[in-house]
């Protein structure tokens, strides 16, 4: 059989390393997509010198130009796509919605829920043409149930879960599944973008009273990358400690 390739965006560091790393350990080679080129060759070199098919392409997930570029690469190097992990994101400022800027909240619909429509719409077409594919999409808990100052992100997140049941409708007869995972706080560098305040915050909001580890929502990633759940689509799975139940 022809090795499945993925492509995971924001994969160079994080949660989204530990996807890489996961779908590597189901055997797919995968591209590390990412506006850091730097840290995404270092990132694919340190699994390649362990002898995993990992390969860095950069994108800015904001520019349909070059999430196109990305996809292209991605197929005349290995001639398929069979999963896409929308992982890359950014937290945005920490502020009551008066104190944000317009132009904050445009670069964070942009990064977070302007590129998973992009992705998707550059790399769905070969997709359908090819009659399978995986989608997931990493949204977020505060999707669900909004976060307090930080309406832009909240407000992407929820973006992300519609877009992703939306999606999943359109495609489902054409052999490609959408589903998106909704983490809880998840302990990576992006925490460093939020204030102690309102780690504290969302951590007191989880019952089972910790942040979750990059590994445990990669391994949710990998369930709805992989044929065990082929019957499983237009779903958004919670990786939250509890926090959500609906």
Not at 188 to 208: F, G
């Amino acid at each position: 059989m022809e090795t499945r390739v993925a492509i995971v965006t924001g994969g160079a560091q994080g949660i989204g390393l530990a996807i890489v790393e996961a779908l590597l350990d189901d055997g797919h080679a995968v591209a590390i997509a990412d506006i850091d080129a730097g840290l995404a060759a270092s990132a694919a070199k340190a699994l390649t010198d362990k002898g995993r098919d990992a390969f860095p392409v950069t994108v800015d997930v904001s520019s349909a130009e070059s999430v196109q570029a990305m996809t292209d690469q991605v197929l005349k190097a290995r001639g398929r796509i069979d999963v896409l992990v929308n992982n890359a994101g950014i937290a945005g400022k920490a502020a009551p919605i008066t104190e944000v800027d317009p132009s904050e909240w445009a670069k964070v619909i942009a990064v977070d829920l302007t590129s998973v429509y992009l992705t998707c719409r550059a790399v769905v077409p070969h997709m359908t043409q090819r009659g399978s594919g995986a989608i997931v999409n990493v949204a977020s808990i505060a999707g669900k149930e909004g976060n307090p100052n930080m309406v832009p992100y909240s407000s992407a997140k929820a973006g992300v879960i519609g877009l992703t049941k939306a999606l999943a409708k359109e495609v489902a007869l054409q052999g490609v599944r959408v589903n998106a995972i909704a983490p809880a706080v998840i302990e990576t560098a992006i925490l460093s973008q939020l204030t102690p305040e309102q780690v504290a915050y969302m951590k007191s909001r989880i019952p089972m009273g910790r942040f979750g580890k990059p590994q445990e929502a990669a391994a949710v990633v990998s369930f709805l990358a992989s044929d065990a759940s082929s019957f499983v689509t237009g779903q958004c799975y919670d990786v939250s400690g509890g926090r959500a139940t609906y």
